[in-house]
């Protein structure tokens, strides 16, 4: 006759199948009873608006001018190899790619609000003097100011910018810019 030898499990096993069964238990308590489950916090949420963009700006005094790293999506026509049963053939199809690219914006300073750190609107005849030269700035994404969540988390004296809402433009008369895109080899 075989023996059988036991081997002791380890006590973080034990403790963890435990815990796990206790959870099951509390689980099928509350689904049988009714009791919809509560969540662990009832807390608000942090943030409530969405997260200001950094930008680098500077004004002539007439105009703001920000700088921003944007990100484009370029076609590609790439060329690949299909194989349908035994037959393999070539097939062009379109590829988009991301390409960062420097974009500068213009507004009329008059129509741009500042705020600083504190949430206070600052006088916007202090703004040519605050963006002589260029320096960080954040612009408002939602056109209101900045939720005091991301005002923790800058410097005190960043420019908060709330920019005019971008007007309407014309219809072009030539329709859509036609994207010539570039091609290049590829093997699948």
């Given at each position: 006759?075989?023996?059988?030898?036991?081997?002791?499990?380890p006590q973080?096993?034990?403790?963890?199948?435990?815990?796990?069964?206790?959870?099951?238990?509390?689980?099928?308590?509350?689904?049988?009873?009714?009791?919809?489950?509560?969540?662990?916090?009832?807390?608000?949420?942090?943030?409530?608006?969405?997260?200001?963009?950094?930008?680098?700006?500077?004004?002539?005094?007439?105009?703001?001018?920000?700088?921003d790293i944007?990100?484009?999506?370029v076609p590609?026509?790439?060329?690949?190899?299909?194989?349908?049963?035994?037959?393999?053939?070539?097939?062009?199809?379109?590829?988009?790619?991301?390409?960062?690219?420097?974009?500068?914006?213009?507004?009329?300073?008059?129509?741009?609000?500042?705020?600083?750190?504190?949430?206070?609107?600052?006088?916007?005849?202090?703004?040519?003097?605050?963006?002589?030269?260029?320096?960080?700035?954040?612009?408002?994404?939602?056109?209101?100011?900045?939720?005091?969540?991301?005002?923790?988390?800058?410097?005190?004296?960043?420019?908060?910018?709330?920019?005019?809402?971008?007007?309407?433009?014309?219809?072009?008369?030539?329709?859509?810019?036609?994207?010539?895109?570039?091609?290049?080899?590829?093997?699948?």
């Open positions: 006759m075989a023996t059988v030898t036991q081997r002791e499990l973080w096993l034990l403790a963890a199948v435990a815990a796990v069964a206790a959870i099951v238990a509390l689980l099928i308590t509350a689904r049988v009873v009714g009791c919809p489950p509560t969540p662990l916090r009832e807390e608000q949420p942090l943030v409530s608006a969405p997260a200001p963009r950094l930008s680098a700006g500077h004004s002539d005094g007439e105009n703001l001018f920000l700088v944007v990100t484009v999506f590609f026509q790439v060329k690949v190899m299909v194989k349908n049963g035994d037959t393999i053939r070539e097939r062009v199809v379109t590829e988009y790619r991301p390409v960062f690219k420097m974009r500068t914006s213009r507004y009329a300073l008059r129509e741009v609000k500042a705020y600083g750190t504190d949430g206070r609107l600052i006088d916007a005849r202090n703004l040519p003097e605050r963006l002589a030269k260029q320096i960080p700035v954040l612009v408002s994404a939602d056109g209101r100011p900045a939720d005091p969540l991301y005002l923790q988390a800058i410097k005190d004296n960043t420019l908060i910018l709330v920019l005019p809402p971008p007007k309407a433009s014309e219809p072009s008369k030539k329709g859509p810019e036609k994207i010539s895109a570039p091609r290049e080899e590829k093997t699948a």
